[in-house]
C-alpha cells in the first residue's frame, strides 16, 4: 500500500518500522546499543538503531536533540528515517544535519496500519510510503 507525505529531509531507504506513541528525546538513547533509555517511555529498552521510527514529534532542547542523534549517527545506531507526525523545528534541524530521510504529513490511514516490524520503503525525494505486507 503507498501513502503520499511531504519530504522534510530527502532520501530513499528501506526498512522495519518501530512505532512510537511517545515524542522521542534523542539525549535519552543509549548511543551504544541505540535502546531508548527513558523510563516510562513507550519504546523503553527497544532499539532504534536501523528502524524507520515513526513518532509523533520531538522533546528537548536542541542542544540534547541534535546531540543525541549525532551521537546515535556517529556509533551507526541511528534511525534510517523518520516519519514525523507533529514535526518541530529542533527535530527537523537534527535530522537535516545528520542527513536522515524525514517525512511528514502522511495519509491518515497510514497510522492505522503501521505496526513493529513491517516492512516499509521511504522515498521522502518523491514523498511516498510504501508498506509492505498484509495487515
Not at 31 to 45: F, K, M, N, Q, S
Not at 46 to 67: C, E, N, Y
Request: hydrophobic share 40%; proline share 6%; with cysteine.
Amino acid at each position: 500500500m503507498n501513502y503520499k507525505c511531504r519530504p522534510i529531509v530527502r532520501g530513499k531507504v528501506e526498512g522495519e518500522l518501530l512505532v512510537s506513541s511517545d515524542p522521542v528525546c534523542f539525549y535519552l538513547v543509549d548511543p551504544d546499543t541505540g535502546r531508548v533509555i527513558e523510563e516510562g517511555h513507550a519504546l523503553y529498552g527497544r532499539g532504534v538503531a536501523g528502524k524507520v521510527l515513526v513518532l509523533p514529534g520531538g522533546k528537548g532542547s536542541s542542544v540534547v536533540q541534535a546531540d543525541g542523534l549525532y551521537q546515535l549517527a556517529m556509533k551507526g545506531n541511528a534511525p534510517r528515517a523518520l516519519i514525523v507526525r507533529h514535526p518541530d523545528p529542533v527535530l527537523v534541524t537534527s535530522a537535516v544535519i545528520m542527513e536522515i530521510p524525514t517525512v511528514t504529513d502522511v495519509e491518515e490511514d497510514f497510522y492505522g496500519v503501521a505496526r513493529d516490524g513491517r516492512r516499509v520503503m521511504v522515498d521522502a525525494d518523491q514523498g511516498l510510503i510504501a508498506l509492505q505486507g498484509q495487515e
